[in-house]
């Protein structure tokens, strides 16, 4: 959950991330799944690793 994200849990970020991203719960906001996705991924969290390359990557080919 948010609450959890913004104490510092990795997974907990990564979930938001999701949520950000797909729309669940919450309207979708690419700009702040990719925020959420980093601050996991600096924690070393793989999963948000991943999915943080593949927004960049998205975003640098005019997919977003």
């Not at 938001?16 to 996705?37: R, S, T």
Request: aromatic share 10%; charged share 30%; proline share 2%.
């Amino acid at each position: 959950n948010a609450e959890a994200a913004e104490l510092g849990h990795d997974m907990s970020q990564f979930n938001y991330a999701v949520c950000c991203e797909k729309g669940v719960g919450i309207k979708p906001d690419l700009e702040k799944a990719e925020i959420w996705y980093t601050f996991a991924a600096n924690q070393g969290y793989k999963s948000a690793q991943e999915k943080l390359k593949e927004l960049q990557k998205r975003r640098s080919n005019g997919h977003l």
